[in-house]
């Protein structure tokens, strides 16, 4: 188990989500999480624009656009589904639709419905690729730019 992962124990998932706005590259690029459901079904992140990360042209960095999206799915999924399953990025991919002027935010939705299916699925088959989607808006409800992931979830051997 990891650092990262005892940590979420102690502190309890929600809360651990909520803190890692604190992780050192999220705090670095302005990365904040503003909203985690108690059920864990529902994050929203908001990503200021700053001095570290904005482009040449005085955007948000498409970098950082993509890594405020990065690790919400799979920590969603794998806290929701709980230990006895091993869940990991296999692919992504971002289209960026418009320049990010301000503040942008995404809201990364995964509801219980989705994980029990998820669940019945990799419990039939040993090893799903499921894919999920969040859209970037920025302040005035427009999007910026639209994230795609895949993961990787199968049952851990005991």
């Known amino acids: 188990m990891s650092l990262l992962q005892r940590i979420a124990r102690r502190l309890g998932q929600d809360r651990f ?4 706005g604190l ?5 670095g690029a302005g990365v904040s999480v503003t909203h985690v459901a108690a059920d864990l079904s529902v994050v929203e992140v908001e990503l200021r624009l ?3 990360n904005r482009n040449f042209v005085g955007t948000q960095f498409g970098g950082s656009l993509y890594s405020m999206c990065d690790p919400f799915f799979m920590l969603m999924l794998m806290m929701q589904l ?4 091993a869940v990991w990025d296999k692919s992504a991919s971002i289209e960026f639709l418009r320049p990010g002027r301000g503040k942008v935010k995404a809201r990364f939705e995964l509801p ?3 994980v029990e299916q998820i669940r019945a699925e990799t419990d039939a088959k040993g090893k799903i690729n499921p894919a999920f989607e969040v859209t970037v808006l920025d302040l005035h409800g ?10 990787s979830v199968r049952r851990k051997e005991t």
Request: charged share 30%; net charge positive; glycine share 6%.
């Open 17 to 20: 989500l909520k803190l890692l």
């Open 50 to 52: 700053s001095a570290w």
């Open 112 to 114: 219980r419905e989705r």
């Open 82 to 85: 709980g230990e006895g399953y």
């Open 23 to 27: 992780y050192p590259p999220y705090l």
């Open 142 to 151: 427009e999007p910026v730019a639209r994230v795609q992931k895949t993961l």
